[in-house]
């Protein structure tokens, strides 16, 4: 067992208070958005070495003996990496709209990029790496989320109300709204979805100008029952990011929140945005991110139109499974990873760790004990762990004469 210093990222979007809070640390003065806990080469975790006290990157420690720290099965499915990332996110704006590439889409990308000798890091690179990222969030936080498109009746009914604030003196409705109103009745779902989106993707400065005469409308609405939440959601968007496209594009998602233990997933070809909240991320390890608004980063709109999914879809809930000792264990349709959250009273027997290949372990509150047949650690609140293949099974006692519950989530593949 490896106790392991993780990487937080500094984006514009995350908060400054809400990760540090969580895990009992001192604000850092900078946003902080995500807690990065994992071996992908862009920023691994560190783990300590307790044979000879040195540090090591996680990637570099595990390239050391694979089948040992990651499990024969885990390197022959996925290679000789780590194939999940875990990260605490604290979202306190609106993420990018974006989706994330299947894994035939990852590796032709990232090959192509690399063939034409993009650089890594230049701004307009699509593809990091050659993996794709599904991806689920567990909210810790009441959260907010933009997730999936909606089935096209019920967005149809959305746009009809907001054309419905051009009918009490402000002027005539944009034809955008009966243009997006016609792209959905025109063809099956899919295709009317594709066409609105692409509208909106493409319009440039027209589609910009309607947006601020739509939400000028929006704002003199007294209410938008029954669609306050979505409604709301094009006004606080257009606060952020004025005329982006995004702002519309948000009427053709669901409008999801979660409450705190709720989980959703998202598969590749998923439009989605998280837009607020604290919450429990586990994706495939990578960060290959497709945008398509909500953002002054580059947008790739011919290539993000090739890996959108245009299907319509309920919100994507994951339910979790109760496994022995009564925790919750949630395994979304991917083979990388599962989730487990792990809740201790003081008396509390010893809860087995749901290990398939490597873990990584994080405490959010209270200390745990981790025991194995190989070794022993531990945490207390903040503290995390990589846990080798080689060391399972693994149990997670509360620590003897704990007066304070505990509270970990663990990561491994869902093998």
Same mark, same amino acid.
């Given at each position: 067992m490896y106790e392991i210093e993780n990487v937080l990222r500094d984006y514009a979007w995350g908060s400054t208070t809400a990760i540090a809070a969580l895990l009992g640390r001192q604000e850092s003065g900078r946003p902080e958005a995500e807690l990065w806990i994992g071996a992908h080469p862009d920023s691994p975790s560190v783990a300590r070495v307790p044979e000879d006290g040195s540090a090591a990157p996680l990637d570099s420690l595990i390239s050391r003996d694979p089948e040992h720290f990651l499990g024969a099965d885990s390197v022959a499915r996925f290679g000789p990496r780590l194939p999940f990332l875990a990260k605490v996110l604290a979202a306190a704006q609106p993420l990018s709209l974006q989706v994330h590439p299947s894994l035939e889409q990852a590796k032709a990308g990232f090959a192509r990029e690399n063939a034409e000798g993009v650089a890594p890091d230049a701004p307009h690179r699509n593809y990091r790496d050659d993996n794709h990222k599904p991806e689920m969030i567990l909210a810790l936080t009441p959260f907010e989320a933009l997730c999936g498109f909606?089935?096209?009746?019920?967005?149809?009914?959305?746009?009809?109300?907001?054309?419905?604030?051009?009918?009490?003196?402000?002027?005539?409705?944009?034809?955008?709204?009966?243009?997006?109103?016609?792209?959905l009745s025109a063809g099956n779902e899919r295709d009317g979805l594709r066409s609105a989106f692409e509208r909106l993707i493409t319009g440039g400065q027209a589609v910009a100008d309607d947006t601020a005469i739509i939400v000028a409308a929006l704002l003199s609405e007294a209410s938008f029952a029954p669609y306050e939440a979505e409604i709301n959601t094009v006004i606080s968007l257009n606060e952020k990011y004025p005329g982006d496209p995004g702002v519309l594009i948000s009427l053709l998602l669901n409008r999801v929140s979660l409450a705190p233990g709720e989980a959703v997933y998202l598969p590749a070809g998923n439009v989605h945005a998280y837009l607020h909240g604290l919450g429990v991320e586990v994706m495939a390890s990578s960060d290959n991110v497709l945008r398509g608004g909500l953002t002054p980063k580059f947008v790739d709109v011919p290539e993000l139109l090739r890996t959108v999914d245009f299907e319509p879809v309920a919100v994507p809930r994951l339910e979790a499974e109760r496994t022995v000792m009564d925790q919750e264990l949630f395994?979304?349709?991917?083979?990388?990873?599962?989730?487990?959250?792990?809740?201790?009273?003081?008396?509390?027997? @010893?809860? @087995?760790?749901?290990?398939?290949?490597?873990?990584?372990?994080?405490?959010?509150?209270?200390?745990?004990?981790?025991?194995?047949?190989?070794?022993?650690?531990?945490?207390?609140?903040?503290?995390?762990?990589?846990?080798?293949?080689?060391?399972?099974?693994?149990?997670?006692?509360?620590?003897?004469?704990?007066?304070? @519950?505990?509270?970990?989530?663990?990561?491994?593949?869902?093998?």
């Open positions: 909606r089935p096209v009746p019920e967005t149809r009914k959305i746009l009809a109300r907001v054309a419905a604030a051009f009918d009490s003196g402000n002027g005539e409705a944009p034809a955008l709204i009966g243009a997006l109103l016609e792209d395994r979304p349709p991917f083979e990388e990873f599962q989730l487990q959250r792990i809740e201790l009273t003081p008396d509390a027997g @010893p809860v @087995p760790l749901a290990q398939s290949g490597a873990a990584v372990i994080v405490v959010m509150a209270g200390d745990i004990y981790l025991d194995s047949p190989k070794g022993d650690l531990q945490l207390s609140r903040g503290g995390s762990a990589f846990l080798a293949a080689a060391e399972a099974p693994v149990n997670v006692h509360p620590v003897a004469g704990s007066t304070e @519950p505990a509270l970990a989530f663990a990561v491994t593949t869902g093998l």
